[in-house]
């Protein structure tokens, strides 16, 4: 029992580390939480939907056109929703606001496309899976692991090593040096939103190979995928993965004794209690002024 | 000779405040050029306005024979005007080689040989940066972040390098060795406008200086009369 509670506790866990390294790779140029990055990820689920059954193109094809389509969708966010209120230098709260205005309007967007019904990428039966030190494992929880903690490396070297990865990091450090050294921080703003828009897309496409896909499905993700940045500390992308992981194993495995209907209030519980006693999360460092 | 850099008649207000009016002034090749002055006589304005940082309402600026009004700050240090901002704003959770690699971020990738050459240039200059390369910027001493904020802007081949008080927040030793550095870039070929609140500092090196005081210009001229001159005594100098 306890070893299938671990199983899928790094299931939810790498899903999360995925969503959370998306917002993270975006809040470290926009400093703000942006809550639109969750209906993102349940438009990646849909456009797999849509191009993979109703255009019936191959499933490998239907991710990777479905994670360009993310991008655009995050570079538009920022483009039609955030950007305009940058001109006019709008106070952090403003931001969260639009945020959460995008998430609504595109939720909505998906809901009158594809309806408010439940759909699947699931294909066929669900078939036995591989017994693994007492947990029974799935080729498609297999896939779900691996690809998402693949992408999230993919992510965390992009931000390390690349020219583009390291602008991002020098916008996010100090706007004015980036400025004063030729970075044009409107184009690596977008660069931020089109690569964790990406993962997200990818995070919401992957999960649904093993749930359902609901329009809805965006805001449980969010929260989560911000609960494990808050944990891990915000802006930080080893604190992704840890949080991430740290969440998925402690909602999975406190539900050991407990029904399964507390897992988000053990994800809530955890949020509190880092608030309260650790703000800065397990590898953040104390932040001066970082808006929310 | 002649000026890489001259403007005229240059104006800027932020909303209705008047922070610069009617400000002419120029550099020739070669030349380090102080700016002096007093808080809010709009020093570090003029600075900004050269680097395409804030908005300006009325006047001309020419670099290198070119109008450089209203160009963006990309385009500036393409052109070969750099400015190593107040403050240092380095990007303190990168190392010290990363921020020397994002000086030249605007430098094309295929300009590899290019870089390298430029690196080796500012290690030179600065050997304390090539010894902390792996280190965070954060974790250097505020004297080596300005060393680093100059390298920074040096991997860009300024052929005219802009400084904001670099003296500002540093100790009595770093503020002589940065300031001999200066000297040294200046006598590779670099042009430097240096804006000080160290007056003294300033006019030590400099060719030739400016004095602003409220949105204009009170005195210029060159070093030997300015350190003669009775105001910039008084004011400056301690009498």
């Given at each position: ?15 999360y580390?995925l969503i959370a390294?998306?917002f ?17 990820y ?158 997200a897309?990818?995070a ?17 993700a969010?929260?989560?995928g ?67 | ?239």
């Open positions: 029992m306890i070893q299938q509670l671990i199983l899928s506790g790094i299931i939810a866990g790498s899903i580390a390294i998306g993270t790779i975006i809040y470290r140029t926009i400093k703000f939480f942006n809550f639109a990055h969750g209906v993102v349940a438009a990646g689920a849909y456009l797999a939907y849509a191009l993979f059954f109703l255009l019936k193109l191959n499933p490998i094809l239907s991710f990777f056109l479905s994670l360009a389509m993310a991008a655009l969708l995050g570079i538009a966010i920022d483009r039609l929703a955030y950007r305009p209120l940058r001109k006019h230098n709008a106070p952090s709260l403003i931001y969260l606001i639009a945020s959460f205005g995008v998430f609504i309007f595109i939720q909505n967007l998906i809901q009158l496309i594809f309806g408010a019904q439940i759909l699947t990428l699931r294909t066929g039966p669900v078939k036995e899976g591989y017994n693994i030190l007492g947990a029974v494992i799935t080729n498609i929880q297999v896939l779900i692991i691996g690809v998402s903690l693949i992408l999230f490396f993919l992510g965390w070297l992009f931000i390390l090593k690349t020219k583009l990865g390291k602008a991002i990091r020098a916008v996010s450090d100090d706007p004015v040096g980036a400025r004063v050294v030729g970075i044009n921080s409107e184009r690596i703003i977008l660069v931020a939103f089109a690569i964790g828009s990406a993962l897309g990818a919401g496409i992957l999960i649904s190979l093993e749930t359902n896909i609901e329009p809805t499905m965006g805001l449980n969010i929260l989560k911000i609960i494990a940045s808050i944990v891990g500390g915000v802006g930080n992308i080893p604190g992704a993965l840890f949080g991430g992981l740290f969440l998925g194993l402690a909602e999975n495995l406190g539900i050991w004794k407990i029904q399964a209907g507390w897992k988000d209030t053990i994800a809530f519980v955890i949020l509190i209690i880092f608030l309260l006693l650790r703000p800065s999360g397990i590898m953040g460092v104390k932040t001066e002024k970082e808006k929310i | 000779m002649n000026k890489i850099l001259e403007v005229k008649n240059l104006s800027i207000s932020y909303g209705p405040v008047k922070a610069l009016e009617n400000v002419s002034f120029f550099i020739e090749k070669g030349e380090i050029v102080a700016v002096i002055g007093p808080n809010g006589a709009g020093k570090s304005t003029a600075l900004k306005a050269l680097c395409g940082l804030v908005p300006i309402k009325r006047g001309e600026i020419n670099f290198q024979d070119e109008n450089i009004k209203g160009l963006t700050p990309n385009r500036l240090v393409k052109k070969g005007l750099c400015l190593v901002p107040e403050g240092r704003r380095i990007f303190t959770t990168m190392s010290v080689f990363e921020n020397l690699e994002m000086g030249a971020f605007t430098v094309s990738k295929n300009k590899n040989l290019l870089f390298k050459e430029r690196i080796e240039k500012v290690f030179k200059l600065f050997p304390i940066l090539k010894e902390r390369k792996r280190q965070k910027a954060g974790t250097l001493s505020s004297g080596e972040q300005q060393m680093l904020a100059i390298g920074r802007a040096l991997m860009l081949k300024p052929s005219l390098l802009l400084l904001d008080e670099p003296s500002l927040g540093l100790s009595p030793n770093y503020v002589e060795a940065i300031f001999e550095k200066l000297v040294e870039i200046n006598n590779d070929g670099t042009s430097i406008l240096i804006v000080e609140q160290n007056a003294l500092k300033a006019l030590e090196i400099c060719h030739r200086a400016y004095l602003f005081e409220i949105g204009s210009i009170a005195l210029e001229g060159e070093k030997a009369a300015l350190l003669r001159n009775e105001k910039i005594k008084e004011v400056f100098l301690g009498g």
